[in-house]
């Protein structure tokens, strides 16, 4: 968009009426983000030929939202950690707050000194809220400092993410572009229309990939609705179209989605190779592993390789203790042949190589070859579940809730009473509130909507049954009684 498109649209609140601002400007969004202008390409002091590998880190960054207030209101479980300071790792509430902002003191220093640094960033809806309602302001001036200071924007990219870091695969298909555009509402909310309209590329929570084919194809139609060009996956949640490991890991690939109908869509998938997360980051090991590495041919372009990690940006000893000094390091001792990159600008730069989308290496959501091999042609609902139900006769660990870093936790086996209500609550609000046809800005909307998104955080099935189960029982019950107090629903 242009600088006087954007100028003309009004300044969004942050908070409206107590809730932070999640709806009600679909139409400017969309606007905004639906643009194919280049992002860093105009900046970049970057050239291919003079490298010959880079490599990208992303940091994710959440809290969830629990009602653990007075009379169980909605607060941060940042805030949780700092009233009660003795429970389990509570007391690094301190530390944690520190990490969500020093990527602002760092970005800054480093290029005061001439360095040529670069991260991605993946802020949960929950945590920017949860920052809004405990006053601090000081970590969100801080990180609008190198988002929206045009000094910085070239060293700096945000990622887009679910609002309420709902793992996709269990997600109801209704609700995946509703958290899509209500982190974009909020984001742009708080760092302007400008800083939206440079958000290109999404980190799905949990690094979770649906591999059902229709809840696939519905969550990379909501990406390509809502603007975004390419996602980050794990090596591990992908396959090739023969159903084999992929070949080309630090090449980027086109993620092929297919549903039940025959329809396929496609958007670029940059892949997260396998290790511990935190380690790999926290100790910047894809500098170290992106110099081991040369050119490599993409269709009749060579070009040069990126090594590509996300992990947790405050959690663990390793992120809060050592990765300011590692990140640091690598910067000061760079070989200038090694690069840093963020992914938009690593796919401009490949694009103006001539580079073409329809060259990537092809890839697919893991296990989707073995249901393909039983469905042949015949694209129905039923075909799908009955090559399914196959499957999983011949092979008990064949699953479709989808894939993710911690492949050793599933997000729901045990969690029924959780998924459940979950899945009762999305569909009163579908139901009652979103085919009422009201306007998306009314705040009786807007609650409605947070409790649906609160309730699918992944937080509330990732730590066994007990209080977080509790908590999910209570978000329901809270959003179901607002649900009939405003939208004059009956008792049945």
Sequence with gaps: MTSTQLINLPQLPEIVDGLPNISGWETEVASVVLHQEPIFLPTTNIRL??????????????????????????????????????????????????????MADFIPELVSQGYNPRVMLDYSGN????????????????????????????????????????????????????????????????FGWEALARVKGFSPPEMHLPNHPD????????????????LIVQEHTVESLT?????FQHLPHRLIARNSAGETL??????????????????????????????????????????????????????????????????????????????????????????????????????QYQIWQRVQDDFTPDAIANAITQIKQANPNFHIDGASWTNHISWVAGYENVLSPMNQLSALFHEKVDSANIDTKQSEYRQALLYNLLLQTSCF????????????????????????TNFAVADS
């Design 49 to 102: 030929e003079e490298i010959t590998a880079g490599f990208a880190i992303a940091l994710h960054m959440h809290q969830p939202i629990i009602p653990a207030g007075v009379n169980s209101a909605l607060m941060s479980n940042l805030q949780y950690m700092f009233e009660y300071p003795h429970e389990g790792d509570n007391h690094n509430a301190g530390p944690f707050s520190y990490c969500y902002s020093r």
């Design 127 to 190: 945590l920017l809220w949860g920052l809004q309602q405990m006053g601090r302001g000081d970590i969100l001036e801080n990180l609008k400092r190198i988002t929206c200071d045009r000094t910085y924007q070239p060293y700096v990219e945000w990622l887009g993410t679910m609002w309420s870091h709902s793992v996709v695969p269990s997600t109801p298909i209704p609700d995946i572009k509703l958290h899509i555009q209500a982190w974009q509402h909020h984001f742009a909310a708080i």
């Design 215 to 230: 809840t696939l194809y519905q969550f990379i139609k909501a990406l390509l609705e809502c603007g975004y060009r390419w």
């Design 243 to 247: 159903g084999e490991a992929l070949q």
């Design 266 to 367: 496609s958007i670029t998938a940059l892949i997260k190779t396998q290790g511990s997360d935190t380690k790999l980051v926290g100790q910047m090991q894809p500098y170290y592993e992106a110099k081991t590495l040369s050119w490599q041919k993409l269709g009749s372009v060579s070009i040069p390789p990126l090594v590509t990690q996300i992990a947790d940006g405050e959690n663990g000893g390793v992120m809060m203790n050592e990765f300011p000094s590692a990140f640091k390091k690598v910067w000061y001792e760079q070989d200038r042949r090694v690069v840093g990159l963020t992914g938009t600008e690593y796919l401009e730069l490949i694009q103006a190589a001539g580079c073409r989308f329809e060259d990537y290496p092809m890839c697919q959501a893991a296990g």
């Design 461 to 484: 099935r990732y730590w066994g049954q007990g209080v977080w189960t509790d908590y999910a029982q209570t978000i329901f019950d809270q959003g179901t009684a607002a649900i009939k």
